[in-house]
């Protein structure tokens, strides 16, 4: 599923990327040259007459082996040896790994969430006993996998932290539950449904947690305003924040 | 918790419905035994009792609904949100720096370590970590460190209120105030500073802020055994506290309980040791434990914590003493172009800066009005950052689309999670006893909701 809609990012206007990097790490196009009046304001505040640059936003590639760091390698080899065993291709289960800024992410897809962090938490060379909760994050221009989940492991037996997202496109938004390996994401999962819409199959109970129960969407994806209204200030008129001149 | 008793036998004072949820009061305080009473002739057993959410024994606005039978807690549930501000979203629309403004009023209790963990992602992000002066990280640790003792107090404080001993309260407010006067000296406000940014401080000490440190620092040492005399040894507040709000290590590490609840299983575990930040390997103190899982072992882990930061603080003025270096990174395309000054009117520009842009160096106006205006942009990418606060681990997941804006701002606010835990140590327990575990949770609603 997620292969096949990034494809069909092409049609969008999503600029191919440069040779090298795969598509799927960009996550939008900014124009113009200096970034302003490229808000939702969609004023031109760019005189520069560099109006019509294109510029793709891409996020880090995927990293190829050796990955470095004191004991990335370690660690990828033991988790993807740990889905082996356990009858998975490693290359079904991570869609990719990247390493930046000394931190390890590893790409994981949903259909395999739940078993990988199981063997993340179970196996003695991972042991990631520890998760630090659920952060969504919402990006409209990554075609097919709009949304991401991203939950930071800590294992205090090894000294380690790594991360592990897992995307869901925005009209499947389904993600499996992972209360059952780390019960401590009850809540973290709930706030990034209330948030983002993304729906934690086999959530023990999965409703609002910080919005009230009766809201109407999603607050935290990049679609929703921010709202406010504007406020007068020594004479002049400031408008609300989501209003004012932006620069990318 | 009102545990008053009217007189047996007069009138109900608690109005009652029916619903379809079963028979509903109201309960306004002071008519507890008519509840009870009621509803232990009712044939339904089970009644719901809402704790909040404006309960003056909770830390913020917090609602509790609690299943009772008798004096006996059957379940135990959190109601949240009552506190949500939306700061995730809106650091969406303001720039990198701005950022430090809004994650400040998170946990208002911890308010440099808010800023803290957010400029160190930020600067994870910039890839400038190793370029922040030795200077700034020293304040920066001194700050946090005299922040851990003003929060632990406000726990010590309000969490003796609410078991009835108004002295501990008096004695935590009163040398909270030395610890937020320092603040007030240093950063211009009591909260919600704003002190810390991407890349440095907003400023550096002013002259004789060492000197009122260091007395405070005295004045809080003199007064530390206070505490110990008054509640450590104490039978009644033994009696409240020991055994009380239990989760032991597999229950915090299912229920990602971190900081005092975490190290009172006898885990030490402390970010500081374990993943250092901000220079903290070279400083030298102890991480407290205590084997007793319960609301007694956590008091007692914060109550030697002060002492240990104390110890660090002291450190800190000691490398402090020398003065002088800068407290920014050099780079000036990311350091906020002037640095604060305290004038007549509050903490502001400094004049020296204004005179130079405004008479002196085109050149420096425009590029102050660039940083200012716009920001800097930070490379596209995520970064996690994670500080041992009060509380435990507050994390920070920070994604850039190498805009001037953040992309996305996630907090993992101890207090949020460590609040799960709110079930496990209750459920089973007295009524009572709920006031005594949610204290020693110590959980800051504003953190909670954000």
Partial sequence: ?????????????????????????????????FGAGNGTNGGSGDTSGYGRLVTPIALPPASSRPYGGAWF????????????????????AIEKTVVDRDEITFHVHRDHLVQAMRTLRDDPALR???????????????????????????SITHNRLIRIECSA????????????????????ERETYDFFGIVFDGHPALTRIMMPDDWLGFPQRKDYPLGGIPVEYKGAQIPAPDQRRSYS | MSTQHSTPGAPGTAPERETTEGRVYTVTGGDWDEIVTAAAKADDERI???????????????????????????????????????????????????????????????????ETAYCLAVEKLLGITDDVPARASVIRVMMMELNRISSHLVAL??????????????????????????????????????????????????????????????????????YDKLATDN????????????????????????????????????????????????????????????????????????EQSLRIVEQCLEQLKGGGGPVMVADKKIAWPAQLALGADGLGNSLDHIRKIMGESMEALIHHFKLVTEGFRVPPGQAYAAVESPKGELGVHVVSDGGTRPYRVHFRDPSFTNLQTMAA????????DVIVAVAGIDPVMGGVDR
């Fill in chain 2, 235 to 306: 039978p009644v507040f033994k009696a409240r506290l020991v055994d009380v709000g239990y989760l032991d290590l597999a229950g915090c590490m299912a229920l990602g309980a971190t900081g005092p609840i975490l190290r009172a299983t006898g885990l030490p575990h402390d970010l500081r040791k374990t993943q250092p930040y901000c220079g903290y390997e070279s400083y030298d103190f102890e991480v407290l434990t205590a084997d007793t899982c319960d609301s007694y072992g956590r008091f007692l882990i914060r109550l030697r914590e002060m």
């Fill in chain 1, 73 to 92: 390698d370690e660690v990828a080899d033991e988790f993807e040896g740990a889905l082996e065993e356990q009858g998975l291709t490693p290359e079904a």
């Fill in chain 2, 48 to 114: 719901v009792v809402n704790m909040g959410p404006q309960h003056p024994s909770t830390h913020g606005v917090l609602r509790l609904i609690l299943e009772i039978d008798g004096e006996t807690v059957k379940e135990a549930r959190c109601g949240i949100g009552y506190l949500h501000t939306g700061i995730e979203k809106n650091l969406e629309f303001r720039n990198w720096v701005q950022g430090t403004t809004f994650v400040t009023r998170m946990d208002y209790l911890t308010p440099l370590f808010n």
């Fill in chain 1, 1 to 33: 599923m997620t292969e096949q809609n990034a494809e069909g990012a092409e049609g969008t206007g999503v600029p191919v990327p440069r040779e090298g990097r795969t598509e799927l790490e960009v996550i939008g196009v900014r124009h113009g040259m």
């Fill in chain 1, 169 to 188: 496109p925005d009209d499947d938004p389904h993600i499996p539950s992972t209360v059952a390996v780390y019960p401590t994401n009850d809540w973290h």
């Fill in chain 1, 128 to 154: 990631f006993e520890l998760c630090t909760g659920v952060s969504g994050v919402h990006y409209p221009g990554d075609a097919g996998r709009e949304l991401h989940a991203v939950y930071h492991l800590r």
């Fill in chain 2, 157 to 226: 404080a309000t969490g003796g209120m609410e078991i009835g001993s108004t002295t501990l309260m008096i004695y935590g407010f009163r040398d909270r105030e030395v610890i937020l006067d320092i603040f007030e000296l240093v950063t211009g406000l009591r909260m919600n500073h704003a002190y810390v940014r991407p890349g440095g401080l907003a400023q550096d000490l002013p002259p004789g802020a060492l000197d009122q440190i260091r007395e405070g620092v005295k004045l809080l040492r003199s007064r530390m055994h206070e």
């Fill in chain 2, 425 to 432: 140590m209750c459920e089973g327990g007295q009524v009572a």
